[in-house]
Structure formats: C-alpha cells, structure tokens
C-alpha cells in the first residue's frame, strides 16, 4: 500500500480463491491506523517579546523510515531557510509570529493543522474603554444619555 491517509484506516483481511472454489481468509486480519502529523509547542505558543526560544516539532505516532527532513510552512508559505533534518523549528523573533503547520518532505500535500504562534510586547498595557449608556423612563417615551 502506498500514498496511506487517515480514510485508509481500518481492518483489512487477506482473501484469495482457488481454481476449485476453494478458498482463504486471512481472519482476524491486521489493524491498519493512520495518524496525521502534528506541530507541538515546547511552551506557550504565546511569546513575549524577548523571552528565549519557542521551539516548534513536527511530530507522528508512527516511525517514518529513510531519516525524513521536514518542510515548515508559515501563514501557507514555506519557510525556506528552516528546512532541516530534524523536526524542529525554532522561532526567536516577534517575527516570527504566525499559521505554521509541517510536512514530510516529498509528501508536502499531507500537511498537519496549523498551529498559531503569536507574540505579545513585553511591557504592554491593555487599555479598554466603554461607553457607558443609560436609559431613562419618562412616561411612555425612552430617552438615552451618554457619558
């Protein structure tokens, strides 16, 4: 079998007939999964601005042979000059911030789900502002003031 995906997944059974109806099964069968790849976070996918590095690994529950390399996409788009051997990918910058998903090289069409990876400033401050309404029954009319 080759070009495996999740659908594959199942019990499949050895059968074949001979020339005098006889014939074998190969019950109970083998067990077939298929797992999807997937991007892992070593901490918060949300950095702070100057903090050490957020390290990204393309993983699978089954072992892939041959020594694979990985392809890392960020928003869509391949990060060219992080394509490694291993299965990690390191992000160090505010920059860096963004949709990354993974593949196995070669099978680029069999990406993971994306992960997000965002970065705050490191001394921010929210500010909300509310705009506070309040109604007012006089008689059968309804007025509102605004502060």
């Known amino acids: 079998m080759k070009n495996l995906t999740k659908k594959d997944s199942g019990r499949y059974q050895l059968r074949f007939l001979t020339n005098d109806g006889e014939g074998f099964s190969g019950k109970p069968?083998?067990?077939l999964s298929v797992t999807d790849l997937q991007v892992r976070a070593s901490r918060s996918a949300v950095a702070s601005e100057g903090q050490t590095t957020v390290t990204l690994s393309c993983i699978t529950?089954?072992?892939?042979?041959?020594?694979?390399?990985?392809?890392?996409?960020?928003?869509?788009q391949p990060v060219t000059d992080?394509?490694?051997k291993h299965n990690k990918?390191?992000?160090i910058s505010s920059e860096?911030?963004?949709n990354y998903s993974c593949a196995v090289t070669g099978r680029e069409d069999l990406r993971c789900p994306e992960l997000t990876v965002t970065c705050e400033p490191q001394n921010s401050?929210?500010?909300l502002m509310y705009r506070v309404v309040i109604a007012q029954v006089q008689s059968s009319?309804?007025?509102e003031s605004s502060f």
């Open 82 to 84: 992080k394509l490694t």
């Open 29 to 31: 069968g083998v067990i």
């Open 141 to 143: 009319a309804l007025t």
């Open 125 to 127: 401050v929210i500010i």
């Open 61 to 76: 529950s089954c072992t892939l042979s041959n020594n694979p390399t990985y392809m890392w996409y960020r928003n869509g």
């Open 89 to 91: 990918l390191y992000l």
């Open 96 to 98: 860096d911030a963004g």
